[in-house]
């Protein structure tokens, strides 16, 4: 609000707008946005596992922008261009992580990229882990939003000195 008034932009132009006019852009601006709570409940209502499967303790990170265009990332989710970059993230991130991404797919919402025995967002009880039993599954929607699925992923380390047991943690 400037000197008692709301300023509105449009293209080129700034314009003033009425209190009915902000009441309804706040209005519409907060039925587009999700709790944090709503967000994670979603990712979790998305796990990979088959019903009643035990897998272990599983970790869910999303990350959603707060603004930005639905179709940020469509032009390079539209082919392999955001691999390495994948790739090095969970390299840089988290030791053995790396190793556990095996393939990548197009996806309705943009690319994932997922461990051995994950296609589709679904674990495929017909492939076996080759990495310690990390499974993972990234994914990348057209919006930047990021969503992230892990379980198994306790890595263990052989050392001169002995055993070190690290479960990992993106930092």
């Known amino acids: 609000m400037v000197d008692g008034r709301y300023l509105g932009r449009g293209d080129k132009t700034k314009h003033y707008l009425s ?92 690319r994932g990229w997922h461990s051995y025995e994950i296609t589709a967002r679904r674990i495929n009880p017909s492939r076996r882990s080759h990495n310690g039993g990390t499974r993972l599954d990234v994914e990348l929607s057209d919006d930047g939003s990021m969503a992230l699925f892990a379980t198994g992923f306790v890595t263990v380390r052989n050392f001169d000195s002995g055993h070190l047991f690290w479960c990992g943690t993106m930092t």
């Open 19 to 110: 209190d009915p006019e902000v009441m309804r852009l706040f209005s519409a601006r907060s039925t587009r946005q999700r709790t944090a709570e709503q967000v994670i409940e979603a990712e979790i209502a998305r796990d990979p596992a088959p019903e009643g499967a035990s897998e272990g303790a599983r970790c869910y990170v999303v990350a959603t922008p707060l603004a930005g265009p639905p179709e940020l990332l469509t032009a390079h989710l539209a082919t392999d261009e955001l691999t390495p970059i994948v790739h090095k993230a969970f390299a840089d991130a988290t030791p053995g992580w790396r190793s556990a991404l095996y393939g990548n797919e197009p996806r309705a919402t943009g």
